[in-house]
C-alpha cells in the first residue's frame, strides 16, 4: 500500500472538495494537465490578486500589461528558446521511457535500510506522484555543451522499469509546443505556445515606454498561461505542461541591479510569509555560478519545503539579474527581419542578424533625461508561478486536528487567499431563521465570497467550511430575534463570539483584512 503522505492528504481533498480535477477525467484523463473546481478558481483568482496587488497595484513603479500567447516566430529566435530551450534526455533500452538526465538516481545499495531512503520506499509503494525529484528544466542550455559533458548512466535507475544503466545516449529534448497559424498553405507558418510571460514584456517594451510616463527604474507585470512540453511531470500541480506565470521584469540602470536585485528577492520573499507560508517551510537557494544561464548574472530560488521529491525543498520562484541581454537580443531580433522573409518564413533556415555597433542607441534603449545619455536598462525578474504558489499555499495551510475525538481536517488559509470568506446558517430550518440568514447573506455578499447553507447538522457545516478554508461561520439561531446578535465562529480557534448584525460587516471587514 502506498505511504499516506501529506500531497496524498492534499490530492484527494482537492478532488473531493472540487479545488481541483484531472483534466478530461471523464475520457480518462490527460496527463499533466488539471482543471480547477469552484473552490480552486476561486483560490486560484485569489493567488493572482494577491501577487497583482503586491506587485503592480501597491506600486508607483510597475505597470501592467496581458499579452498574446502566440508570438511572432522570431521573438523565440531572439530569446533563445527556439535553439537552446531544452532537456537533455536518455531512453531506457528495456521499456523506451525517456527521462531527464538529471531526473535519474543512482542505483541505492540494496542492503540499505528502506527507512534511510524514504524516496525508495515510496518507489517500492509505487506511489506515482512521489518517485520523482521536481527539479526544474535546464533553462537555456547549450545543447553542444550539454551534449559534450560526460555523462555516466552505467548505476542509473530506470524510473518506469527500474533497469540499471540500460539507456542510450543522452539527446536534446525541445519543450516549445508548436502549432501552425493560417488557413492557407502558402501563409501559414509555424507558431510556439509560449514557454514564458517574459518575452511578450521584452516585445512591448517600446510600446509602454511610448505611451506612459513610466521613468527607470519600473517595472512591467504579467500574469498568463504558460506551455512547456516537459519530459517529468507528475508531482500533482508543481510541474505540468500548461501553467501560469507571474512574472515581473524590472527595468533599472546598469550599476543600479544589484540593489534592485536585492530588493525584489527581498519583496518575492515576504510576499508568501505575508500571505501565511511558515517561514521555516521558506528559504533562498542561491544558484551557483555554473548553474546559471549564460546571460544571467546572479540568480535566486525561492524554496518551499514541498511534501515530495528529493529533500524536500523545491523552487517556488527564480529571481534573476538577466543584465541587458534580452533587449539586446530583441534588437537583433529586428534586425533579422528581412532574412525572415527571404528564407521562406523558416526559422531554421535562418541565423540571428549580430548586434550593431551601436547598440546602445538602438530601438530598445533608454534616453535619460536627466543624464542625457541612452543606454539598454538591466533587468530583475523575479518569476513566479501561480500554479505551485497555490499548491504551496494549499499544503501549508493544511491541517488535520482532533476535536472531541473526532478528526477535523482544515485549511488555515489566510483570509485574502481563502476561496469563501463567510458562510451563513440558520440553526434549524425553521422558526424564520432561514429568512434572516437569508438576508444577511445577500447583504454580505455585495462585498465578500460567501455561501449559504441550511443543510443537515450545524456541527457538519461547520467541519465542512472549516475543510474549505473558510475563516468565518455565522449562524442565525434562536436569539438572533430577541437580541438581533448572531454567532461569528472563526476557524482556527473554532472560538464563537457573538456580534450585532448591524454591526457585521465591520466586524468582518476588520477580521479579514478587506
Ligand atoms: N522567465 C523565467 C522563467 O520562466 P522558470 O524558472 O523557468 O523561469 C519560473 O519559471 C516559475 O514558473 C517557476 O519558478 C515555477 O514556479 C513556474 N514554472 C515553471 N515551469 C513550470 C511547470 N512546468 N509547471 C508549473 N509551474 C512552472
Given amino acids: 500500500m502506498a505511504k499516506i503522505t501529506k500531497l496524498d492528504d492534499i490530492v484527494s481533498l482537492c478532488k473531493r472538495r472540487g479545488f481541483i480535477f484531472q483534466s478530461s477525467e471523464i475520457y480518462g484523463g490527460l496527463a499533466s494537465c488539471y482543471d480547477y473546481g469552484p473552490l480552486g478558481v476561486e483560490l486560484k483568482n ?19 500589461l496581458d499579452c498574446s500567447i502566440l508570438m511572432h516566430p522570431l521573438v523565440w529566435k531572439a530569446s533563445g528558446h527556439a535553439d537552446q530551450f531544452a532537456d537533455l534526455i536518455a531512453e531506457c533500452k528495456k521499456c523506451n521511457t525517456r527521462t531527464r538526465v538529471d531526473h535519474l538516481r543512482e542505483k541505492v545499495a540494496e542492503q540499505a535500510p528502506l527507512e534511510n531512503h524514504p524516496e525508495d520506499e515510496l518507489v517500492a509503494a509505487g506511489d ?16 553542444d555543451a550539454a551534449l559534450a559533458k560526460a555523462q555516466d548512466l552505467s548505476n542509473k535507475v530506470c524510473p518506469n522499469c527500474g533497469t540499471v544503466g540500460r539507456f542510450t545516449e543522452p539527446m536534446p529534448f ?40 513610466v521613468k527607470i527604474p519600473f517595472g512591467i507585470a504579467q500574469i498568463g498561461k504558460s506551455f512547456r512540453n516537459e519530459v517529468t511531470t507528475k508531482a500533482f500541480i508543481f510541474r505540468t505542461r500548461e501553467f501560469e ?18 530588493h525584489w528577492k527581498e519583496a518575492r520573499f515576504n510576499w508568501y510569509t505575508d500571505l501565511g507560508l511558515k ?80 547598440y546602445q542607441s538602438g530601438p530598445l534603449s533608454y534616453f535619460d533625461d536627466e543624464q542625457k545619455r541612452r543606454y539598454i ?40 487567499l481563502a476561496p469563501i470568506k463567510v458562510a451563513v446558517f440558520p440553526l434549524v430550518k425553521k422558526d424564520g431563521m432561514p429568512e434572516i440568514a437569508q438576508n444577511i447573506y445577500n447583504d454580505l455578499k455585495k462585498y465578500f465570497n ?23 461561520c455565522l449562524t442565525v439561531d434562536g436569539q438572533t430575534k430577541q437580541d438581533n446578535t448572531v454567532t461569528v465562529r472563526e476557524r482556527d480557534s473554532m472560538e464563537q463570539v457573538r456580534v450585532s448584525t448591524d454591526q457585521l460587516l465591520s466586524h468582518l471587514r476588520e477580521k479579514l483584512e478587506v
Avoid at 494577491?50 to 510597475?62: E, G, I, L, S, T
Avoid at 549564460?294 to 530560488?301: E, G
Fill in 46 to 64: 485569489n493567488v493572482r490578486k494577491a501577487w497583482w496587488k503586491a506587485v503592480v497595484q501597491m506600486r508607483d513603479d510597475v505597470v501592467g
Fill in 128 to 143: 506515482s506522484l512521489l518517485t520523482e525529484q521536481a527539479e526544474e528544466h535546464t533553462e537555456h542550455i547549450s545543447i
Fill in 174 to 213: 525541445k519543450l516549445m509546443f508548436e502549432t501552425q497559424m493560417g488557413a492557407n498553405v502558402d501563409d501559414s507558418m509555424t507558431l510556439f505556445l509560449r514557454p514564458e510571460t517574459a518575452q511578450g514584456i521584452f516585445a512591448n517594451f517600446r510600446n509602454v515606454l511610448d505611451t506612459t510616463r
Fill in 245 to 262: 506565470q507571474a512574472e515581473l521584469e524590472f527595468f533599472c540602470e546598469p550599476g543600479t541591479d544589484d540593489h534592485w536585485y536585492e
Fill in 279 to 358: 517561514k521555516e517551510n521558506l528559504r533562498f537557494r542561491v544558484h551557483d555560478a555554473d548553474e546559471l544561464a549564460h546571460y544571467a548574472k546572479a540568480c535566486v530560488d525561492v524554496e518551499y519545503r514541498f511534501p515530495f521529491g528529493s529533500g524536500d525543498w523545491q523552487e517556488l520562484e527564480g529571481v534573476a539579474n538577466r543584465t541587458d541581454f534580452d533587449l539586446r537580443q530583441h534588437q537583433r531580433g529586428m534586425r533579422t527581419l528581412n532574412k525572415w522573409f527571404e528564407n521562406d518564413r523558416d526559422l531554421t533556415k535562418i541565423e540571428l542578424s549580430g548586434e550593431a555597433e551601436d
Fill in 377 to 416: 536598462p538591466y533587468v530583475i525578474e523575479p518569476s513566479a508561478g501561480i500554479d505551485r504558489s497555490a499548491l504551496a499555499f494549499l499544503v501549508d495551510a493544511y491541517d488535520e486536528e482532533e476535536v472531541r475525538g473526532e478528526k477535523r481536517n482544515l485549511l488555515r488559509f489566510h483570509p485574502a
Fill in 450 to 472: 460567501c455561501f449559504y447553507d441550511q443543510k443537515g447538522a450545524v456541527g457538519r457545516r461547520y467541519r465542512r467550511q472549516d475543510e474549505a478554508g473558510t475563516p468565518f
